[in-house]
């Protein structure tokens, strides 16, 4: 059984950074992170294919956040930078045995951490 546990997050001001860590148990071919503030859906934040390497982000955050593995420690991390107060959210590490296509649909992953709460402010 794949387990997540998320650390990292926090209250920090406008343009400052933050790193958020996922440490990953068991056998796991892809990782991402999502968020999701108050009233929205789950959206996607950056993922990994852990055997190639291959990231993918979403708009928003890619010129600012960055994705980066610990292999020995099977732990994902994501790197945010200039933050801004529309990052503020509930961000979720998930996690899937399987390879696809796109890292971006949040019902193609079977594991989830129990989110770490990201406030950004003004």
């Known amino acids: 059984q794949v387990q997540l546990v998320e650390s990292g997050g926090g209250l920090v001001q406008v343009g400052s950074s933050l790193s958020l860590s996922c440490a990953a148990s068991?056998?796991?071919?892809?990782m991402a992170w999502f968020r999701q503030a108050p009233g929205k859906e789950r959206e996607f934040v950056g993922g990994?294919?852990?055997?190639?390497?291959?990231?993918d982000y979403a708009d928003s955050v890619r010129e600012r956040f960055a994705i980066s593995r610990n292999s020995a420690r099977n732990t994902l991390n994501l790197q945010m930078n200039v933050l801004k107060p529309e990052d503020t959210a509930v961000y979720y590490c998930?996690?899937?045995?399987?390879?696809?296509?796109?890292?971006?649909?949040?019902?193609?992953?079977?594991?989830w951490g129990q989110g770490t709460q990201v406030v950004v402010s003004t």
């Open positions: 990994i294919t852990l055997s190639s390497g291959t990231t």
């Open positions: 068991g056998r796991i071919l892809t």
């Open positions: 998930a996690a899937s045995e399987s390879l696809m296509s796109t890292l971006r649909f949040p019902h193609t992953y079977e594991f």
